[in-house]
């Protein structure tokens, strides 16, 4: 997220075509959601969008983490709405599976 947001801030147009082409596919991998905290609330829009947009789209998204489920929305700091709505995007109408050894 965080190149996107440079993107973005730097060249309006060119983040505006990336999204559109992740918007296309018609299935996208989210490795490693949430390994990290997001801080930075531009991060945290970013990837509302894409999830929304997605969604809107009835486009495919695969999101892995290595962390449950119930801690994802402690990693989105500063903004519980966005936190929420982010975690409805990733979780509803959307299919868990967890696999452990």
């Known amino acids: 997220m965080e190149s996107m947001v440079a993107l973005k801030e730097q060249d309006y147009d060119k983040y505006a075509r990336k999204m559109k082409k992740y918007l296309k596919w018609e299935l996208i ?13 531009r991060e945290t829009k970013i990837l509302f969008e894409l999830l929304e947009k997605r969604y ?45 050894r």
């Open 29 to 41: 991998i989210l490795d490693d959601f949430l390994l990290h905290t997001i801080t930075d609330e």
């Open 56 to 100: 809107e789209q009835r486009k495919s998204t695969i999101v892995c983490s290595q962390r449950d489920t119930d801690n994802w929305k402690a990693m989105i700091l500063n903004d519980e709405v966005s936190a929420n709505s982010i975690m409805k995007r990733a979780t509803k109408h959307y299919t868990i599976k967890i696999n452990s």
